[in-house]
């Protein structure tokens, strides 16, 4: 089954297949930490490129992500119509100084904050699921819209972070 395009990033969501959707959102932290292992703190810190991020920067970017979802998912669930806020992940990663950060808290972080948001959609119902926020840039978008979007953002971070360590490890 063809997914529509996503209104955020514009694409089908190919990664995801037919995957439930909440069990991806489930199943990526544990993921994305396998496939971080026990790479010292130096190479996590690494850029592959100067222009590229290094893992530490991925996984606090992460944590970002999944925080505006759960406020996103929160605000919209709660407030139908509601608008939600725009963030730049450029400036955040460098505003925020994510080169700095911890990459192992950043990733249980990211981790506990998962489990909580997968809880909440669990508990949402197919109509609340189906519940609009406006986005400044994407316009009208729904909590399940925001889910998938997640799902595949999971996945795009997590061959990100495997091809930054091989590249690395070279």
Known sequence: MARSACPVCRSAHHRLGRRNVVKALAAAPRAIARAVGRAPRGVL???P???EWSVT???AHLL???VALGFRIRKIAAEPGTAIAAWDQEKWTEGLRHRRAGARLALAAYAAL???NVELARRLTPA???LRGRHPEYGPISVAQLLDHIAEHD???LGQIRS???TLRG
Do not use: C, M, V, W
């Open 57 to 59: 920067e991925a996984l």
């Open 164 to 166: 930054t360590l091989r």
């Open 64 to 66: 970002d992500a999944e």
């Open 114 to 116: 998962r489990a909580a």
């Open 49 to 51: 490129a100067s222009r």
């Open 155 to 157: 996945l795009n971070h």
């Open 128 to 130: 609340q699921r189906r």
């Open 45 to 47: 810190g690494r850029r």
